[in-house]
């Protein structure tokens, strides 16, 4: 059986990626998706992925047909 694609926004995968600070390599690690190709999915080479890796994306960065309600970590300071 094959699988289903959708069409997703890239931009706003990189914008929340970014927003999260997750480097690029980590989030296509903790997906399961080859760096090459979210970067293609970022920056509109590309804009299919499949159903579940769509659930994939979503689970790290949330709903991307949503407004954005994750707010920023917070990252520790290291004082000199």
Same mark, same amino acid.
């Given at each position: 059986? &094959? #699988?289903?694609?959708?069409?997703?926004? !890239?931009?706003?995968? *990189? @914008?929340?990626? /970014?927003? +999260? @600070?997750? $480097?690029?390599?980590?989030?296509? &690690?903790? /997906?399961?998706?080859?760096? %090459?190709? +979210?970067? *293609?999915?970022?920056? !509109? @080479? *590309?804009?299919?992925?499949?159903?579940?890796?769509?659930?994939? /994306?979503?689970?790290?960065? %949330? *709903?991307?047909?949503? =407004?954005?309600?994750? =707010?920023? $970590? #917070? /990252? =520790?300071?290291?004082?000199?």
């Amino acid at each position: 059986m &094959a #699988s289903t694609t959708v069409r997703v926004d !890239g931009t706003e995968i *990189r @914008r929340r990626r /970014i927003w +999260l @600070r997750y $480097p690029q390599r980590e989030m296509a &690690a903790k /997906i399961g998706m080859d760096q %090459g190709y +979210l970067s *293609r999915l970022e920056c !509109g @080479r *590309r804009d299919r992925v499949s159903v579940q890796m769509l659930a994939r /994306i979503e689970a790290h960065l %949330g *709903r991307l047909d949503e =407004p954005a309600s994750t =707010p920023r $970590p #917070s /990252i =520790p300071v290291e004082s000199s």
